[in-house]
């Protein structure tokens, strides 16, 4: 369309007057200008500029942004349960304000000038803040001897030019305090990953790159870091992966002593596990009961494994990675001893227990919006129980270790489906699982029953399983 204004105009000018078609033709150029450079803005992919993360002090931080070319506003877009933006976060600038949506329970934030000008520079002072959201990131998690692990997701975003949002790309700095250090998986990028400042050096052991808090029971520390080459070994066999850099394990336990009860909370990025255990409690268990920690480390290291295989494993329905990742601990647990036979049925018969009563609130799939969120790891496992009985009836354990092989098998044929339930339900169709027994299973994942326990002996009998599996 520019070339073709250009082929008018210059006919145009063949008819006026010299000095008229001179001023014309100034007046056209920049406008030509002015046109081509909004053009490119639009259709770039991602607005460049620079993101530096300060921590000033031992709670203190400070984010800064500068972008290539003026903005309208710059949109926090990841939600965050809590209090954190509204109370630990503020403009360092009064010329700014921050501005804040609800979304589902949770809020996004602006930054934006309070005049309307457009800005290219801004930036935030924070506190750090440690309290667990429902189901999300913990923001930031401290360690005993002054460390704290941040995630980074919550400081990416879209900017507003004009009235069009746009996504940006920004290189990142951070900057810890004097003499301490910084661990990430990649030191130049805004990327969602996590972020270690502190005083200790990373240690590596066993293909792990590790930072684990003094302060974190011996028992619950060997057991966790003891099992996850295991799980390497176990998963990357099974799903005929290699993993492609070393994992990166971050263990804070700042509040160990501070809270009661027990927490273990651990999130997972790409090639990166943090775990964040909180509570007196969590001491206790260290000392009755260490194969607790194992489950724990089964779990999210098949998240990092999953990774490594699939880009989008769960994006449409929860249930496809997180029950999927109990199932494969709890097998992972029983073929390398952690478990007992009878342990091993009691953890099953516990999830199918707790799927039934969660059936109470919400289908499996509507759980995550309806503030159901455990459905999709006791459900979505017992689902991947069922699954491997259709796989081998005599042995359901096994068949969901061989009904995963072939998912991973089919993944690098590229014979997947984008949407990874649909992907679920084709790799059961390899194994010859009829039309109809596969309707019934989605139809179980899509409708809240009446009488949960009935409807999932009915699903079973409909699927030709035993009512025991």
Known sequence: MIYGM????????????HPLKVAMQKLFYVYLLITIASSLVAKADSLPGQFTLTRDSDREWTASYCFDIAVNAFEFERPMSGNMRQDYWQVTNDLFELQYE??????????????????????????????????????FSTFSDGGVTVYTGYFSGSVKINSNWQKTELTAQYVPLTGNNILARDIHSLDPQYIYFGPQKSVERDGSITVIDPAI???????????????????????????????????????LQSVSGISMKAGVQKNQVAYTLKGKGIIKIANKNPSWFAKHAAHEVIHLWQGEVWNNLGEDHPRMHEGSADALAYEFMHRRGFYTEE???????????????LLEKSSIHEGPSNGNFDIVYQCGAIVNRLAGALVNPSNPGQGIWTFWGRMAERQKNNQNSSESEQLFFEALSSFDVKPDKQTALQRFLERKPEDPASALGTLKQALGISAAN
């Not at 589902?104 to 000008?117: C, H, M, T, V, Y």
């Not at 520390?221 to 005929?240: A, D, H, K, Y």
């Not at 342990?343 to 039934?356: D, I, L, P, R």
Request: net charge neutral.
């Open 6 to 17: 250009i082929n008018i105009l210059h006919l145009l000018f063949r008819l006026i007057s």
């Open 102 to 139: 609800d979304i589902n329970q949770e809020s996004a934030a602006i930054i934006q000038r309070k005049d309307g000008a457009v800005f290219r520079c801004t930036s935030i002072s924070m506190q750090t803040y440690t309290d667990l959201p429902e189901k999300n990131y913990l923001a």
């Open 217 to 255: 029971p011996s028992t619950a520390r060997e057991m966790i870091l003891s099992t996850m080459p295991q799980v390497n070994i176990e998963i990357g066999t099974l799903f005929g992966a290699v993993q492609s850099t070393p994992f990166i394990v971050l263990m804070a336990g700042g509040e």
């Open 343 to 357: 342990q091993y049925q009691k953890v099953w018969q516990k999830a199918e227990s707790k799927c039934t009563a």
